[in-house]
């Protein structure tokens, strides 16, 4: 940010300086004479203007080249690039005619389009949308003079926000405009002892989910925060009990309103799950497998999102007029600041309305094929005019590969969800949002929303940090009257006030460390530079530093972890406190592996598969202390059982979510053992992943377990052949892996039963051959009864294994006598 005119208001803010192709340099230097910036600069501006353009687009799989430098197939003559500068002063020309006849603003933005269109038609390839970012250079003038017409509050908008100002019940008032009270609140929360700065817990309640199966799913709400502090996050105030009317008391904005009508009826859940994000409370939410809501709640958070920079827009715009009426009043002589005996309008105005920089919400997501559908649900509801450079962001973010016609065997559901399309992990994207256009692919820093991959976002911090560093050893100083500066670029997250992570499971399959890493070192830090800035119209709270209490956290996920649990508990959202949604099912993940497996007619009966769940107790005084003790169960417990007890000696898999837990066997294994194994995990090969599985398939010496990490099961989804026994090392981290492992027991079974059905006739003949074929028979023969099922769990994996076992269970695993469980 600039300041506050440059973020809402007549100027549009910097030019945008595009990345220079080949050739284009040297022609620009003999046909252009406006002031342009040095070499230094342009590179500065193509680091952050489009990070998929260049670095990021080098180092993902994808050979994404209609940014490279060295194209040899487009090439560019002077004679085309006088053509393209003679149509762009002829679509300028028009532009003028257009402002003397006093056209209004869309004729203009048609004579714009035309232009584009021009320029894009000249070329032979078909990269429109590169072709129309060379030539922003000379059409930024009439861009900049578009988007301060976009940025104009109507009038009808402007009486409203007046209205919005002074109502007590607007959430987005109470949560960041409240400056008195704000700062009563985080003073008192400073002055708790450490040990009174923990949420509380103020209501537990069931939602019963209303949907067609017959069956008793629900969820939890835990509602957590600060009564301590901020009491009246505890009154029960009634709201309405439809959803029009909980929006209409919290005073969302009409057309958000308007666009939550189009969604039809809507269960407890819906409603509830909306109201909480409107209040600005930070929220966990985990889908699990209910496809009406993962259908339907990121249109949830995108809806809010817009209403939360609707009201931010109309705030600053309207703000923006009547501290120009002011200073038009001052000049005129019609305000007398000397004088004791002015009434109040008199008085200056003071307008906090805003931080540091113009983004406002930051989306985390895990690929770019998540992002396409993000975007694009964005589009659907906003309805917008004109959407800028969509035609590229599809382009480069939309792929039409689908997963199964890559692979022979077909895969679970949620495998073709994260790896159907484009599944680079590697993307930074901007989001400009006026009145009626949509800027796809804006600069950072002119942004309203950050969609972006934990490890793209880290890789452009660390890009333009080592940028920085650079020219600090070179004794090269920022320029702080230049609005292209380097130092404000690494700035964009400093006001964040909305921060959504979206498919965690799968970002937690990634690495988790990059999420912490964003949160505790990037966002809502102050700027090191303060270039340009108002500080009249930033708010106190952002000035001092204390963004962490006010900003809003939403995390979606499939499944929950503690960590995704302690991220939104250790939020410090003090004025809303926090709501976790965890789903309870009827059916637990055993009960529907049982019967699925009934239904398959591999159990009855008198065949069942077996079981154990095996609880190790450890020091809860010192939690650290636990993957220690459960090395040790696992070493004394669990190894002699597979040695001593195990019906048959090949085919015993060990499933380790963890990576480092996975190393620490394998060292054991190794150095102190005598077992014959072979492991895999998501960094071998793929001679070593063929080789080793053929290996455990075909009951080798050399062989007779496997190490199995869960990271790769995530990433490949193997079926496991020979398979015939599984331990657990620690419960999988979602719950439905627990059924899939368990499915190369039953596959193996399966494969057993087809191969003698095939040989039966063959078997007949041959039946008075000698015992010792008798015997390999008995050895191919597989009888569930007999294969062997352990996981090992303690107290912390409650949150694991209740999915698993079911609620009703969780108690008994916990607190129950005895430290062993069947289920069968």
């Known amino acids: 940010m600039s300041d506050t005119k440059e973020q809402y208001g007549p100027v549009a803010g910097v030019k945008r300086q ?45 050979e994404e080249n209609y940014e490279d430098d060295d194209h040899n197939d487009q090439k560019i003559t002077i004679a085309s690039k006088r053509a393209n500068k003679k149509n762009n002063k002829m679509a300028y020309s028009a532009l003028v005619t257009l402002l003397k006849s006093k056209h209004d603003i869309e004729e203009i933005k048609n004579s714009l389009k035309e232009n584009n269109n021009l320029d894009d038609n000249s070329d032979d390839d078909d990269n429109s949308d590169d072709n129309s970012d060379d030539n922003s250079d000379d059409n930024s003038d009439e861009e900049e003079f578009v988007d301060a017409h976009e940025d104009i509050l109507e009038e009808e908008d402007k009486i409203q926000d007046n209205i919005d100002y002074h109502n007590k019940f607007d959430s987005f008032n109470l949560h960041f405009n409240q400056e008195d009270e704000i700062s009563k609140v985080i003073n008192k929360y400073k002055s708790l ?67 939550f009508t189009e969604f039809g009826d809507m269960n407890q859940l819906d409603i509830q799950l909306i109201e909480s994000m409107f209040t600005y409370e930070s929220i966990n939410f985990q889908y699990s497998n209910n496809e009406s809501i993962k259908s339907k709640y990121q249109d949830y958070y995108l809806l809010h999102a817009m209403n ?43 307008f906090r309305d805003q931080g540091y920089t113009r983004p406002k919400i930051l989306i985390l997501l895990p690929s770019r094929n998540f992002a396409y559908k993000v975007v694009n649900k964005l589009i659907k509801n906003l309805q ?105 670029k690494n700035n964009f997250l400093s006001s964040i006030e909305i921060c959504i992570i979206d498919k965690a499971d799968g970002i937690m399959m990634q690495n988790w460390s990059n999420i912490t890493d964003i949160l505790k070192n990037y966002l809502n830090q102050i700027p090191k530079d303060f270039i340009n800035i108002d500080f009249s119209r930033i708010r106190m709270w952002a000035i001092n530093g204390e963004n962490e209490y006010l900003t809003q956290l939403l995390c979606f996920d499939k499944y929950t972890t503690p960590e995704m649990i302690s991220l939104i508990k250790n939020s410090k959202n003090i004025l809303s406190g926090s709501t976790s949604y965890i789903p309870i099912e009827s059916m637990s993940i055993i009960d529907s592996t049982n019967y699925k497996f009934y239904k398959m007619g591999l159990i009855n009966k008198f065949e069942r598969l077996k079981q154990l769940f095996m609880r190790f107790e450890f020091d809860e005084k010192n939690i650290s202390n636990e993957p220690i003790k459960r ?194």
């Open 18 to 62: 595009k990345k220079s192709k080949f050739g284009r340099s040297e022609l620009r230097s003999i046909t252009r004479t406006s002031r342009r910036t040095g070499k230094h600069d342009n590179e500065n501006e193509k680091n952050h203007e489009g990070l998929e353009e260049e670095d990021l687009e080098e180092e993902s799989l994808e």
């Open 193 to 259: 002892p450490i040990k009174e700065k923990k949420l509380k817990l103020i209501s537990k309640n069931e939602i019963l989910i209303d949907n067609d199966n017959d069956n008793d799913d629900k969820y939890i709400k835990y509602r957590y925060g600060y009564p301590q502090i901020c009491p009246r996050i505890i009154k029960d105030i009634n709201t309405g009990s439809s959803l029009d009317q909980k929006l209409k008391y919290h005073n969302v904005k009409k057309k958000i309103q308007d666009k």
């Open 308 to 350: 939360h920079l609707m009201k931010t827009r109309d705030r600053i715009l309207n703000n923006n007029e009547k501290k120009t009426l002011y200073e038009k009043r001052i000049k005129e002589g019609n305000i007398d600041n000397n004088d004791n005996d002015n009434n109040d309008n008199n008085l200056e105005p003071e």
């Open 384 to 488: 917008m005019e004109n959407v800028e450079n969509k035609k590229k962001f599809k382009t480069q973010f939309f792929s039409e590969s689908k997963i199964n016609d890559r692979v022979y065997h077909s895969k679970p559901k949620d495998f073709e969800e994260y790896f159907d399309g484009n599944t680079s992990d590697l993307f930074v994207l901007g989001i400009k949002y006026t009145r009626k256009t949509l800027k796809l692919y804006s600069p950072l820093e002119q942004s309203d929303i950050i969609i972006a991959s934990p490890i793209g976002l880290l890789k452009l911090y660390n890009k333009i940090e080592s940028r920085n560093n650079n020219n600090n050893k070179n004794g090269k100083k920022n320029d702080k009257n230049d609005k292209n500066n380097e130092g404000m």
């Open 631 to 824: 090395f040790e169960f696992f070493k004394n417990v669990i190894l002699p059982q597979i040695i001593n007890k195990s019906s048959y000696k090949f085919g015993t898999l060990i499933y380790i979510p963890s990576y480092f837990d996975y190393l620490r066997i394998k060292k054991y294994l190794n150095d102190e053992s005598s077992l014959s194994f072979v492991n895999i995990d998501e960094y071998s090969t793929n001679s070593k992943l063929t080789r080793n599985r053929a290996l455990f398939k075909n009951k080798s010496n050399q062989a007779t377990i496997m190490l199995y990490t869960e990271r790769l099961h995530f990433y490949k989804r193997f079926d496991i052949k020979g398979v015939r026994n599984v331990i657990f090392y620690q419960l999988p981290s979602d719950p439905d892996f627990y059924q899939q492992v368990l499915e190369f027991i039953a596959n193996e079974k399966l494969r057993i039963e087809s191969e003698k059905s095939k040989l039966k006739v063959e078997a007949e003949a041959i039946k008075d051959d000698d015992d010792e074929e008798d015997e390999e028979d008995e050895e191919d023969d597989m009888d569930l009864n007999l294969c062997m099922v352990r996981s090992i769990y303690s107290k912390l994996d409650a949150m694991r294994f209740g999915p698993i076992v079911g609620g009703d269970n969780v108690g008994r695993l916990v607190h129950g006598e005895s430290e062993i469980t069947e289920f069968n």
